[in-house]
């Protein structure tokens, strides 16, 4: 089976500095040096206050090994203080659930912006602090983040401390050494991406470990078996829908239209949406602060490297080991997932490509930056290209979304263990950057799909670290309240897309594929947060069979589609140069399936004469977040029978490499549980009892 993947080297990891779901830092500058002295972690000392968050905790689980040995380049996520976090979060959840008097009353980001984000002088502030710097400094217009994209000496003279080479299990990663501050006047209340875990975060895609799963189900089997074609028979293709992706990392852009052609089947049009916080200009900030500042460096990616020899091997690395996306940047495997999946399955849509990049050129013994080489694709003699990519900057990505208000639905595919983030990102209670760019795009009326996870109840789990859990642990984002949570089963159909069994959870006892232990397909992602309250809808659930009850916590999934690999649907990789197709799985599949499938319905909810009613701006068809919808959609028993599979049989406990399984979660039993959520929407069904029109 081909299996191309984008590298991910630990190197690479950590110089690159994963900022996915805000964890960690972006950038490339050097390479780690071949051997450190070691050393315990230094005291978490300073000579200044530090009243903001920047994930100290998870530094203080670390190892410190040295210090940095020259300069590297980064990009973080300031959030100065917001006006009204708290009262962003609360109006996403009314304004998605059916009865509240703000239902469907969706925001634009200029709005979310001037009621909740941060008030214009504190974001200037911010922004004149960091940009008398050096750094680079963009912004959006739902003023929730500020970008910050610079050098590690740039840093560290504006928070006073750093940079040094921590261990945290197998990786490394950059960090500062000791406790970063600024000015108590500077009104900055978090610093993401200031502590890289780069293991912590990572995507859901699957590949069959063992066995040989041939070119996986097509599009036209899933549609069947999920009863998309009962949709595609009434017309509903996701016509006039915006379906957005979260990009992990670059698609060949040949690849959509020669799947579509491999399987005799239409798709839609992909459109790449680069990420471009707008410059905050040194003439709006006060007059201290001088010209020449550098731009974001924000910048369209660079083409996706074609494969040069028969094998599709990826093409190598610079001499140092640090990635150099100008010169080698290889398909992601992800991305060509969520593409295939979405564009297939809803081929009617406008479909959005998110992709951050940034570069620009830097003097990698000084580290001052040429700000006459920003968003380039090349430097000068004697200087040194910083750049990042994709599933580095998923975050960067978000805010776009949110900043242009194109896509009527998103789909991610990623996360990591809810409490190996630092406050900063998501804390206790449900604050910090996730929660609030999340609830931002529930205000717009934007639903958003995210994988559950692949590991069972054991998300923390990372075995490439050398992390292993002593208790049970889900995913973020998937257990933020406004998203939906997506889990996954195993699909028996034949070759028309007709069952030919019960469909059952996705767990190592299904998949055929593996054991069982961590990264050997586990399973559906689910059980309960310890972070985030459960929200309104999720109120009085009673859990049974085994199943620990939500104590007023958060429980995922929401829902279920296909992921387990050995039913996986096929995905290709470099199809236009002679690349193959190969049955991929993991809750990566099941997210892109949910949001194809709920452009259908927001087709059918912008045709039909009362889905409108009580909505309002330009995307009256809208319905926010659609978890609510399907809980009450489930309260009635009648209704549940009709649109929800519900799956009975599975379970997602994991076992650790050498070790008994982790007990007392999650079991699927009949109704809602912590494996499959409510089951699968059946397609046609469902758009049946959102609009009250028939589908057949």
């Given amino acids: ?39 315990n972690l230094p005291p978490i000392t300073s000579t200044g206050p530090s009243s903001f968050r920047w994930g100290q905790r998870m530094l203080q689980q670390a190892t410190y090994i040295g210090p940095l040995t020259k300069p590297v380049a980064l990009a973080m996520l300031a959030q100065p203080q917001l006006q009204n976090e708290a009262g962003l979060i609360s109006y996403a959840q009314q304004a998605s659930t059916p009865g509240n008097p703000n239902y469907r009353h969706f925001l634009s980001p200029q709005q979310i912006g001037q009621i909740y984000g941060a008030a214009p002088e504190s974001s200037a502030k911010v922004s004149a602090y960091f940009q008398q710097y050096g750094i680079g400094v963009g912004s959006w217009p739902q003023n929730l983040v500020l970008s910050l994209v610079g050098t590690s000496t740039q840093f560290t003279a504006a928070l006073g401390v750093k940079f040094g080479y921590y261990q945290y299990g197998k990786e490394r990663f950059i960090a500062p050494i000791g406790t970063p501050h600024v000015a108590g006047s500077i009104p900055l209340a978090a610093l993401n991406a200031l502590v890289p875990i780069a293991s912590q975060v990572h995507n859901f895609l699957i590949r069959p470990s063992t066995g040989t799963f041939g070119p996986g189900l097509s599009p036209q089997q899933v549609a069947r078996a999920f009863d998309f074609s009962g949709a595609y028979n009434a017309g509903l293709t996701g016509s006039g829908i915006g379906l957005g992706i979260i990009g992990t990392g670059p698609i060949d852009p040949n690849d959509v239209p020669y799947y579509g052609a491999a399987f005799h089947t239409r798709v839609a049009t992909i459109s790449l949406i ?42 190598e690395l610079s001499g140092s080991g640090v990635p150099n996306f100008q010169t080698c940047n290889v398909e992601d495997g992800e991305a060509q997932l969520d593409t295939e999946a979405t564009a297939s399955l809803a081929p009617g849509v406008n479909e959005n490509f998110y992709l951050a990049y940034y570069s620009y050129c830097y003097n990698a013994t000084t580290g001052v930056v040429d700000t006459a080489n920003v968003g380039v694709t090349g430097c000068p003699s004697g200087e040194t290209l910083g750049d990042a990519e994709g599933i580095q900057l998923a975050d ?64 923390c789990a990372n075995p490439a670290a050398g992390l292993y859990p002593t208790s049970p642990c889900v995913s973020y984002p998937a257990s933020d309240a406004n998203v939906v949570a997506v889990g996954g089963v195993n699909l028996p159909v034949d070759g028309a897309g007709n069952l030919l069994g019960q469909i059952t959870a996705w767990a190592d006892q299904t998949t055929l594929g593996g054991d069982g232990t961590f990264g050997n397909n586990v399973g559906s992602g689910g059980g309960v947060s310890v972070l985030i309250p459960a929200p309104p809808w999720q109120a009085g659930l009673t859990l049974t069979g085994g199943n620990p009850q939500l104590g007023g916590f958060r429980g995922i999934p929401d829902i279920s589609m296909d992921a387990d690999p050995y039913t996986g649907q096929g995905v290709g990789f470099y199809i236009a140069e002679g690349g193959t197709i190969a049955a991929l799985g993991g809750t990566s599949m099941a997210a892109p399936q949910a949001a194809a499938q709920w452009a259908l319905v927001l087709q059918a909810c912008k045709q039909s004469a009362t889905c409108g009613n009580g909505s309002t701006g330009p995307y009256s068809y809208r319905l926010g977040n659609p978890a609510p919808l399907f809980y ?20 997602n406990q994991a076992n650790q490499n050498g070790g008994g399984p982790i007990t007392g979660c999650c079991f699927s039993t009949p109704g809602y549980d912590l494996v499959t959520g409510l089951g699968v929407p059946m397609t046609g069904r469902l758009i049946t009892a959102i609009t009250q029109t028939p589908v057949n």
């Fill in 274 to 315: 680069p990420t471009s916080p707008l410059f905050v200009n040194p003439a709006t900030i006060p007059a201290l602060i001088g010209p020449g500042f550098p731009a974001t460096g924000f910048t369209m990616p660079p083409p996706v490297t074609t494969p040069l020899n028969p094998n599709f091997l990826p093409c």
């Fill in 1 to 39: 089976m081909f299996r191309m993947q984008r590298i991910q080297t630990a190197a690479a990891a950590v110089i690159a500095a994963s900022l996915l779901a805000a964890c960690g830092g972006g950038g490339a500058g050097s390479a780690l040096p071949t051997s450190n002295g070691g050393g």
């Fill in 632 to 651: 009450q959609i489930a309260s009635a028993r009648a209704n549940y029978a009709s649109v929800f599979y519900d799956v009975q049989y599975g379970e």
């Fill in 396 to 459: 960067f990505e978000i805010q776009q979304a949110i900043a242009d208000n194109r896509s009527d639905v998103l789909s991610l595919s990623y996360g990591g263990g809810e409490t190996s983030f630092g406050s900063a990102y998501v804390g206790p209670g449900g604050t910090g950057l996730g929660p609030a760019e999340f609830a931002a795009l529930a205000a717009e009326g934007i639903a958003v799909f995210v994988a559950s996870g692949d590991n069972g109840n054991a998300d």
